[in-house]
């Protein structure tokens, strides 16, 4: 699986989006961008997946560049829960693969008040 | 829908001693999988069951640890004996399939060898 970088930690303003990067120029053609939070004392949480077209959910909308190198994850209205350390994965999707997740070190991120 | 379910939350042993830590799954997800977190680092993967087979076990130190998941349900992991290096949050997952399955994660156990 590819490697991915992201900045150690960041502050965010509560009610403001957080837009979290993500690098992952190694990442191969079959290889889907996920992202995972935990926050403290919790396992982690799924939050959203893509391959290379934009994603949305009810947590959070993932920007994947065209040419698939790097991406943001985007909180739209940042709240104190959202305190926690996010993880940008990437891995082949295929049943073949078994759904292994390799994580790094994450964005610890804070939002404040 | 209940999520991951694993006891204890906590354990304190100390050296040399056994532990064993048990996950129940999200129902109907067919594969289980343990993680080891140590403090600061993300979870690094232990063993993956589909159903009851263990389909990946590289990263498991099987001189001390240990796991199975007997009935292809619930799952029980094992160190004998624990060593001070074993300290971490033991994590357990389960997914629907793999995959594009995301996984869904229990709170973990917190153990603590002294």
């Known amino acids: 699986d590819a490697k991915t970088t992201q900045p150690t930690s960041m502050d965010c303003a509560e009610g403001r989006a957080a837009n979290l990067p993500c690098n992952h120029s190694t990442i191969s053609g079959n290889e889907y961008v996920y992202w995972y939070r935990q926050i403290h004392s919790q396992g982690p949480q799924y939050i959203i997946h893509?391959?290379?077209n934009n994603e949305t959910n009810e947590m959070a909308s993932l920007i994947i560049t065209e040419d698939r190198k790097s991406s943001t994850l985007i909180l739209p209205h940042a709240t104190l829960r959202d305190t926690a350390v996010y993880y940008c994965?990437?891995?082949?999707?295929?049943?073949?693969?078994?759904?292994?997740?390799?994580f790094g070190g994450g964005t610890r991120v804070l939002v404040k008040p | 829908e209940a999520g991951v379910v694993q006891s204890p939350r906590y354990k304190i042993i100390e050296k040399k001693q056994p532990v064993a830590f048990w996950c129940n799954p999200i129902s109907g997800h067919n594969t289980l999988y343990w993680y080891r977190q140590n403090l600061g680092q993300g979870p690094e993967l232990l063993i993956r069951y589909e159903n009851e087979e263990a389909v990946d076990d590289s990263q498991l130190p099987k001189d001390r640890f240990s796991a199975e998941r007997l009935k292809g349900v619930d799952s029980t992991l094992k160190i004998q004996p624990a060593e001070l290096g074993d300290s971490a949050v033991y994590l357990c997952?389960?997914?629907?399939?793999?995959?594009?399955?995301?996984?869904?994660f229990g709170p973990g156990t917190r153990l603590t060898v002294t």
């Open positions: 994965i990437v891995r082949v999707a295929i049943k073949a693969a078994g759904n292994k997740l390799t």
């Open positions: 997952a389960s997914s629907a399939g793999t995959g594009w399955y995301e996984q869904y």
């Open positions: 893509g391959l290379k």
